[in-house]
């Protein structure tokens, strides 16, 4: 590494355990307000962008989930990555799941049988059964991921009879332009998905992880119930896309 890079990390090094030690008051003051203890929420380091350096600093301060946006990206920090729980969060092509079946510990953005089904096929072949979220497009946006509202029980249960799949909750991103109030509306009624389907104990299917926030508004998230919360800039700074 040249002198310059490692000066530029060093900064970002320290930028990180500040956010950092922000980010977990934070989640614990959102957690002990709704009821719950800092430990039932789970931190997800979103690292789109973030080069493997910074990423295993997080790691060596204790974040210990990673999630990853894009295929490529994934495969191309993988091997620099300290050990970490690795998962992928981002819109998935059927065809690159073959990229990611030996690589992460869950699927959180599964919106649709054939993708499941695909996941379940080589899951099966590699003699494991992958965890997955269903992603749910709460906001009904067009062009935006996710199985929309009405359509999310006839998919769970579709995907709970593959066998190498294992749905252990659910997973959204509400519209960006939503409006704080709005933004609270679309998380309760996930977590009210969340609580309604958990309650009918569908066969092969758990409700236990509810992952919504992101920097803008994880306390929030935490506060309508979500469990596991998604956060990449303000924990790394803004993004510099390529
Ligand atoms: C980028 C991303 C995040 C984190 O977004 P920030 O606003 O930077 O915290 C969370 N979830 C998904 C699916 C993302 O793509």
Same mark, same amino acid.
């Given at each position: ?83 970490? !729980? ?44 992958? !965890? ?26 579709? +995907? ?12 959204? +991103? ?21 609580? !309604? ?11 236990? +992880? ?6 803008? !508004? ?25």
């Amino acid at each position: 590494m040249t002198e310059r890079l490692l000066n530029d990390f060093s900064t970002r090094f320290a930028d990180v355990e500040e956010n950092l030690k922000r980010i977990r008051e934070a989640i614990a003051e959102a957690a002990r307000k709704s009821g719950r203890r800092p430990e039932d929420i789970t931190l997800l380091a979103a690292t789109k962008t973030v080069p493997a350096e910074v990423v295993n600093h997080a790691i060596s301060l204790g974040v210990a989930h990673i999630g990853e946006n894009r295929v490529q990206e994934l495969c191309d920090k993988y091997d620099a990555y300290a050990p970490v !729980d690795l998962q992928f969060i981002g819109h998935l092509q059927t065809n690159k799941v073959k990229y990611l079946i030996d690589k992460v510990s869950m699927i959180q953005s599964v919106e649709n049988e054939r993708l499941a089904a695909e996941i379940s096929r080589l899951a099966v072949r590699a003699e494991k059964s992958m !965890d997955v979220l269903v992603e749910v497009n709460i906001g009904r946006e067009e062009n935006k991921s996710g199985v929309l509202p009405e359509k999310l029980e006839d998919l769970l249960e579709r +995907i709970a009879v593959l066998p190498g799949v294992h749905v252990r909750g659910l997973m959204a +991103i509400p519209p960006a332009r939503a409006s704080e109030a709005e933004t609270m509306q679309f998380f309760s009624k996930m977590n009210q998905y969340f609580v !309604d389907i958990g309650a009918k104990r569908m066969d092969n299917i758990d409700m236990h +992880i509810l992952s919504m926030g992101m920097s803008a !508004d994880y306390a929030m998230a935490i506060s309508a119930g979500a469990n596991m919360v998604r956060v990449g800039s303000s924990l790394f700074g803004p993004r510099h896309y390529q």
